[in-house]
């Protein structure tokens, strides 16, 4: 079946960084536009980053844009998300997202002092 | 960027109720849109995409409708399981923007 696994949530000070990873199965990763989305706490869900299927264009949010970098591994079937220059108001749970239909549980990060 | 605005941002309706949200897009999206489903402390679940095609597995009191800048998600008969927030999203192009949400509760 399939599975969607985010890891490498955490607390970190403003400014620091992280590097989120979804680790994949169950379905043919490099067919995938993969998105990472991000939902703050009591908030509505946003959207964050984008790669296409073959790893070319990834897109960002313009509130990520420069500090956010998405990328994947289509040998290992998993996908990253680097965080630099993290902000409070990056304080969310992160999901991982497959097409439109495969989403993982979350990692919660935390931007705190 | 193409802005997206969902009404209302919440309804409160009654067991059996039909029940009607709407997405906006600021421009044309064609048929880029998708619905889901978020239930509370739970992660989101796709309902339907391309607008009105419904995801496998859904309930069929579940439709959609809708191109171009307009669209509708309608609850044809609302249960006590369908209480939930309704988000929007469009997927033509970057940036993929969500609507603000739709909160669904039982009267």
């Known amino acids: 079946q399939v599975q969607v696994v985010e890891s490498g949530g955490g607390v970190v000070q403003p400014g620091g960084s992280l590097r989120l990873t979804c680790e994949t199965s169950?379905?043919?990763?490099?067919?995938?536009?993969m998105y990472w989305v991000r939902q703050a706490p009591g908030k509505g869900l946003e959207w964050v980053a984008f790669i296409r299927h073959d790893g070319t264009n990834g897109d960002h949010a313009d509130s990520v844009k420069g500090r956010f970098t998405i990328s994947r591994d289509n040998s290992k079937n998993t996908l990253f998300l680097q965080m630099n220059s993290l902000r409070i108001d990056d304080t969310a749970v992160y999901y991982c997202?497959?097409?439109?239909?495969?989403w993982g549980q979350g990692t919660l990060v935390t931007v705190s002092s | 960027d193409i802005q997206m605005t969902q009404s209302p941002s919440s309804l409160s309706a009654s067991v059996g109720d039909r029940v009607t949200i709407t997405c906006r897009a600021s421009?044309?999206?064609?048929?880029?849109l998708a619905w889901y489903q978020q239930k509370p402390g739970k992660v989101p679940q796709l309902l339907i995409y391309?607008?009105?095609t419904l995801q496998a597995g859904v309930p069929s009191r579940f439709s959609g409708r809708g191109s171009g800048t307009d669209f509708t998600l309608t609850i044809r008969s609302l249960q006590p399981e369908d209480v939930a927030t309704y988000y929007c999203q469009k997927y033509d192009s970057a940036p993929f923007a969500f609507g603000p949400g739709t909160k669904v509760d039982i009267k």
């Open positions: 997202r497959a097409g439109p239909a495969f």
């Open positions: 391309a607008a009105s």
């Open positions: 421009q044309d999206i064609s048929n880029y």
């Open positions: 169950g379905f043919t990763f490099r067919s995938y536009g």
